[in-house]
């Protein structure tokens, strides 16, 4: 066996346009200014309560040793336990998991659901990795973790690259530490806890939300042109979704690359030939378009549903969409929103447009803690009203206040936790 060590953090990544914490300060300070919050409260509510960073050595399948990067940042536990999702990626750092678990603190509070924030991340490549490495990643991250996870304090969920089968590895491998404990994480397959309706519930979610936006905004979704940026479970649950309610694809585009048919891209072939293949490349009746061109295309509305900062100050004046639905967190820079507003693009905002998992996340935390279990029928009306009021919300501070939609957001989120810390005290 050998012995070499290296680390993922020697890996030459392509630098971002926008560090995504510039992201989630900005729109905390907008808020911040709108409430009137004074110096100390903003500092209680932009600091992280507690950030965790270890390094998990993990032996390869070929016997070499490698060391992986592993972060757990807790925002807040102010409104209940941290929540939020565990992502694979080889650019996950530091700066990005802080804003990410900043944007659950605000999620969660904008869907008034019990939770605060939190977000992971293992700074690896899961496609060039076996079932068996990702195992040995997930439980040894996990066992250096535990201490701060549980039911009542932090609960993870799955997020980019990660799904059921690595959230059930956590849940044995803290059940290992801790007995049998379910409600120590979401997204757990249905034979282990999970809820039904979890898997699709943020592609779901986000079609709900585009719905309600048409509808407020006197467009019809049947017959709209879509482009989807994004073709893992959330962008293929939302196309899913979209599709039901008779919206067009004219470009639709994954880790590897997308696709464009002016004329439309039939899903049901779609995902055939993705069965088939591997990939959504190379589909009969497409031509093969670059991921940031797909940005780009004319269509009524615009998906984001992969990485943060894809819409920043360099294609934003480019971008020909009317709508923008952010599936994905943290997708649109300040620079970018300042532009869109101004040629009048409507952009519906990441906090809300993705709120779906974690709101059927909370449902499958409340399923565990009672031990008893609803119907898929169940979780999805219990999904759409929760969403359906936040949006509602959101309009109306967005309309009284002649705001654009993701200042009211921020502000009616941020609103909530600062209540949540003066009634607790400091």
Request: aromatic share 6%; net charge neutral.
């Amino acid at each position: 066996m050998g012995d070499s060590t290296v680390s993922v953090t020697e890996q030459a990544l392509p630098p971002r346009p926008e560090d995504p914490r510039n992201i989630t300060s900005h729109n905390f300070r907008l808020a911040a200014d709108r409430l009137g919050l004074d110096s100390e409260m903003r500092t209680l509510l932009s600091t992280p309560f507690r950030e965790l960073r270890v390094e998990v050595p993990v032996r390869l399948d070929n016997g070499s040793l490698k060391v992986f990067l592993g972060y757990r940042i807790q925002h807040s536990g102010v409104r209940g336990p941290a929540k939020g999702g565990l992502r694979y990626h080889p650019a996950v750092d530091v700066q990005e998991v802080r804003a990410l678990a900043e944007a659950m603190t605000w999620k969660t509070a904008l869907v008034n659901i019990p939770f605060g924030g939190a977000k992971g991340g293992i700074a690896c490549d899961p496609h060039a990795m076996s079932q068996s490495e990702l195992e040995r990643l997930t439980r040894r991250f996990t066992s250096r973790i535990q201490a701060i996870l549980g039911p009542y304090r932090d609960i993870p969920a799955p997020d980019m690259n990660t799904n059921a089968q690595v959230m059930t590895w956590i849940f044995d491998e803290y059940s290992a530490h801790h007995g049998y404990t379910p409600a120590c994480v979401t997204g757990k397959p249905v034979e282990m806890g999970g809820s039904k309706g979890r898997e699709q519930a943020t592609g779901y979610g986000a079609t709900i939300l585009i719905r309600e936006l048409m509808k407020e905004v006197g467009k019809p979704l049947a017959g709209a042109k879509v482009a989807l940026q994004g073709f893992g479970n959330v962008g293929s649950h939302a196309a899913r979704a979209l599709a039901r309610e008779g919206a067009q694809f004219v470009a639709i585009g994954d880790y590897h690359g997308a696709i464009y048919s002016q004329k439309g891209i039939n899903l049901e072939e779609l995902f055939a030939h993705q069965a088939a293949t591997g990939k959504i490349q190379g589909l009969a009746g497409t031509e093969p378009l670059s991921s940031e061109d797909l940005l780009e295309v004319e269509c009524d509305i615009l998906v984001p549903a992969a990485l943060e900062c894809v819409i920043h100050r360099g294609n934003a004046e480019r971008i020909r969409a009317r709508f923008i639905a952010e599936a994905a967190n943290l997708p649109t820079t300040p620079e970018a929103d300042e532009i869109l507003g101004r040629r009048g693009v409507v952009i519906l905002p990441d906090i809300l447009t993705n709120a779906g998992g974690v709101t059927v996340s909370y449902f499958e935390w409340v399923q565990n803690l009672q031990q008893l279990f609803w119907e898929e029928d169940h979780v999805n009306a219990e999904m759409e009203k929760i969403l359906v009021k936040a949006f509602r919300n959101v309009m109306h501070t967005a309309s009284s206040q002649k705001i654009p939609l993701r200042t009211a957001a921020y502000t009616i989120a941020v609103e909530r936790v600062a209540r949540a810390e003066k009634l607790r005290g400091t």
